[in-house]
Nanobody, 124 residues
């Protein structure tokens, strides 16, 4: 049974940091690229960051470049998202997801597996 579970969300003041983790099981983690997406109330789910199966390639949406860092540990089947300098506009439910390959990493429709999400709230 495939499982992805996010943790590390919470309430933080603007300028603060959080580290999200995604624990996975039930699939060959090392063969999948891992993405982070977020969805704010009333908005569509949007791409945040992606890391290739080797970890050698990473991609970010422009609004988080220089503030967020995606990483993975293939030995532990986990992916992480370090979020620094958080701003109120980063408030959303954050999801980790897995897909084969790196093409169209920004398209949520192409992901095979999803976690349930973790809430991140940034107060001003």
């Amino acid at each position: 049974q495939v499982q992805l579970g996010e943790s590390g969300g919470g309430l933080v003041q603007a300028g603060g940091s959080l580290r999200l983790s995604c624990a996975t099981s039930g699939f060959t983690f090392g063969s999948y690229g891992m993405g982070w997406f977020r969805q704010a109330p009333g908005k569509a789910r949007e791409f945040v960051a992606f890391i290739s199966w080797t970890g050698g390639n990473t991609y970010y949406t422009n609004s988080v470049k220089g503030r967020f860092t995606i990483s993975r540990d293939n030995a532990k089947n986990t992916a992480s998202l370090q979020m620094n300098s958080l701003q109120p506009e980063d408030t959303a439910v954050y999801y980790c997801a897995a897909k084969i390959g790196s093409n169209y990493y920004y398209n949520p429709l192409l992901y095979d597996y999803w976690g349930q999400g973790t809430q991140v709230t940034v107060s001003s």
